[in-house]
């Protein structure tokens, strides 16, 4: 009974904190109406991997899963109106439930820019994020924008990067 009962709690404070369950999918509130945008994946992968290769490091893929973790990120925000890495569970427990707890993974967001390439231009710019989309390990990714136009930024972000 000591055995389970820790697992129990475990699960139990997993689920509280938003992040027991393996979906994915944004569910928009009434006061801030969201909508994952459709994106241009592969175009965006091929333009984080031309910016990787000019550094020297190997090209990235997309991955279904990252994409799904990022749409999961990106619709928390919108629905929050913020800009934040916590929202919808820490980052650990969120890469957790994607199936990615022992994998090297990084997470880059954004809020208020209107295409991928202002976003990338910013990431590029920002010390910390340009850092993690040149991490070495790094080989998948998984990018989506949620709007949710009744909200201070209009646009929410996120990238996920994941290793092999």
């Known amino acids: 009974m000591s055995k389970i009962l820790p697992a129990l709690a475990a699960a139990l404070s997993l689920s ?3 992040c027991g369950g393996l979906s994915f999918t944004p569910e928009p509130t009434v006061e801030n ?44 925000n919108a629905r929050h109106g913020q800009l934040s890495h ?23 967001l954004s809020a208020g820019s209107e295409t991928f390439e202002q976003v990338l231009a910013r990431w590029k710019a920002s010390p ?5 989309m040149l991490l070495p390990q790094i080989r998948r990714i998984g990018i989506a924008r949620v709007d949710a136009p009744n909200t201070r930024y209009k646009r929410f972000w996120a990238l996920v990067m994941a290793g092999g």
Do not use: C, W
């Open 16 to 18: 509280l904190a938003g």
């Open 33 to 76: 109406a969201t909508h994952t945008a459709i994106l241009d994946e592969v175009a965006a992968a091929a333009a984080i991997s031309a910016y990787r290769v000019q550094h020297g490091l190997s090209p990235v893929i997309v991955d279904t899963g990252l994409v799904k973790a990022a749409a999961f990120q990106a619709g928390n």
């Open 86 to 108: 916590d929202v919808g569970g820490s980052f650990t427990s969120r890469m957790a439930s994607a199936g990615l707890a022992r994998s090297y993974a990084a997470e880059n």
């Open 128 to 132: 910390e994020h340009n850092k993690n």
